[in-house]
């Protein structure tokens, strides 16, 4: 890297008119040692963080664009349970590794000038050739992750008027005096000027979202409660970590059984919408009926021209301690409804206030969010929600026939995952957004998003298998058009005597 020397915390004056040297040049001259190269690392790893959270080589930004950084790492990360989808350094062709491997292969050839000026040839072409294989992989997933991500939803419908009412559905007493203090950016931890201004990114020209709020006890609300405790579910999962309840100090690293409670997403979502009707009354209301007394509220709305997806924030604090969805997500969206667990543990094990361990490890630290902060997470369901956006770590693999995770493209300006601090809609988001809706919008009727999300997934398919059929044949060259060399001495003879 020519700036890592340069951007060192602790570097000297000078560092800044600081030039790498040509090692390839060094090596002709026979002046290279393996110290030149360390020199130019610096002593030092650097990796990016986006709002406080994230430590990785790759990050995407709130504009249109994408950062990979070769330099930057090593970074592992990923679940704790399960390891599908978790980066690991070999996740991203490094330049300190490429030259480690070209210089490595220069020193191990002979001194001989016309085999070493071939192996120079050979080296280099085939660490570029690697190199480059593995990049374009590496760009041609990040291209379908973030510029042509899955479609959430078969059906993607625009109303003129968006109505959002917020609910947020308590399992503890509120005073008063607490109810009373709830301010327009920090209503029950949701900021709802962020969440409007979310919204007005991912709606078209004439369109307007209108953002109400209420609070109810959760006692209150029998079927709704019931719903909750018949979601919740409890599993043990064998993990390498220190056994639970003690003091995480790794002194006793090894498999151990953990037990985990989560919700059922879908089942908690079931009951919910049966209830939206009766829990957001007073909230929707409608100018007339459609003269059908059976229809609900809801319904009329959508004849109507506007679009109610009621979100519900349960703000949890009697349940058992990290409690999550069965996802490791603290938010459940479909077409109609969004749910998102709001938990208010007081102080954890690890001495920060409503601290919520994720179930996943950045660099061998356990990586907690806030679980009382709900904004990104109601940001992330109405997003899905609305227009069918999916985390740009996740995408459906036919030929597994599930929803797998790519963690590398989970850390900057994206609502959605633990590795993210990010309450808002990024451009690429927006125009990812919008261009669909364009596209459909030019499709024939019959044609159904799921059909148009095979089309576009084809389409990213091929892209993608471009960049890894790039890797694997500049493999394939340098095993059997750029080989080593195994003698020091070549040479030619009319006749060769066996």
């Not at 080589?57 to 990979?68: M, P």
């Not at 002979?110 to 000026?117: A, H, L, S, Y």
């Not at 294989?133 to 510029?147: N, T």
Request: aromatic share 6%.
């Amino acid at each position: 890297n020519p700036s890592k020397v340069r951007i060192h915390p602790d570097a000297p004056a000078n560092a800044s008119t600081h030039q790498p040297p040509d090692l390839i040049g060094l090596w002709q001259q026979g002046n290279y040692d393996a110290s030149k190269l360390a020199d130019e690392e610096a002593g030092f790893v650097y990796r990016y963080t986006y709002n406080g959270v994230g430590e990785s080589a790759i990050w995407l930004s709130s504009k249109n664009y994408v950062v990979v950084d070769l330099s930057a790492g090593p970074s592992s990360y990923g679940p704790l349970v399960s390891q599908s989808g978790a980066t690991t350094p070999q996740g991203l062709p490094s330049l300190k590794d490429t030259y480690e491997q070209l210089m490595k292969q220069l020193q191990d050839l002979p001194n001989q000038m016309t085999v070493r000026e071939y192996g120079r040839n050979m080296a280099q072409a085939g660490a570029i050739t690697l190199m480059t294989g593995r990049l374009a992989a590496v760009l041609a997933e990040g291209v379908k992750a973030a510029f042509i991500p899955d479609v959430a939803s078969q059906h993607l419908e625009q109303a003129k008027t968006l109505l959002v009412p917020i609910v947020v559905l308590a399992d503890h007493p509120i005073s008063v005096e607490a109810q009373a203090s709830q301010r327009q950016d920090d209503y029950w931890g949701i900021n709802v000027t962020q969440i409007e201004a979310a919204l007005a990114h991912l709606l078209g020209e004439g369109q307007e979202a209108v953002v109400i709020t209420t609070q109810h006890e959760l006692h209150r609300h029998k079927q709704l409660a019931a719903a909750l405790h018949k979601a919740t579910r409890c599993r043990c999962e064998a993990v390498v970590d220190v056994p639970q309840g003690w003091d995480y100090s790794g002194t006793d690293m090894g498999l151990h059984v953990n037990s985990h409670t989560f919700i059922d997403p879908e089942a908690l979502l079931e009951e919910v919408e049966k209830s939206a009707d009766f829990l957001t009354h007073g909230l929707v209301t409608v100018a007339h009926t459609m003269g059908k007394d059976e229809e609900h509220h809801i319904a009329q709305l959508r004849h109507e021209g506007t679009r109610v997806i009621p979100v519900f924030v349960l703000a949890l604090q009697n349940h058992p301690d990290n409690v999550m969805l069965s996802n490791r997500e603290l938010v459940a969206a479909d077409h109609d409804a969004v749910v998102v667990l709001q938990l208010r543990q007081g102080i954890s094990r690890w001495g920060a206030a409503n601290e919520v361990f994720t179930g996943h490890v950045i660099n061998g630290q356990r990586l907690s969010v806030d679980g009382a902060r709900s904004t990104r997470h109601v940001i992330a369901g109405l997003a899905q929600a609305l227009a069918g956006v999916v985390p740009p770590y996740q995408h459906f693999e036919p030929g597994l026939g599930r929803i797998e995770n790519d963690w590398r493209w989970a850390t900057g300006a994206t609502p959605f995952g633990p590795y993210s601090n990010f309450s808002g809609v990024s451009e690429i988001m927006q125009d990812t957004y919008e261009q669909l809706m364009k596209q459909l919008q030019d499709l024939p009727n019959q044609m159904t998003v799921r059909e148009y999300g095979r089309n576009m997934a084809q389409a990213g398919a091929i892209t993608l298998m471009t960049g890894r059929l790039a890797a694997v044949l500049a493999e394939g060259v340098k095993a059997a058009f750029i080989p080593d060399v195994a003698s020091q001495h070549l040479e030619q003879a009319k006749t060769l005597l066996v």
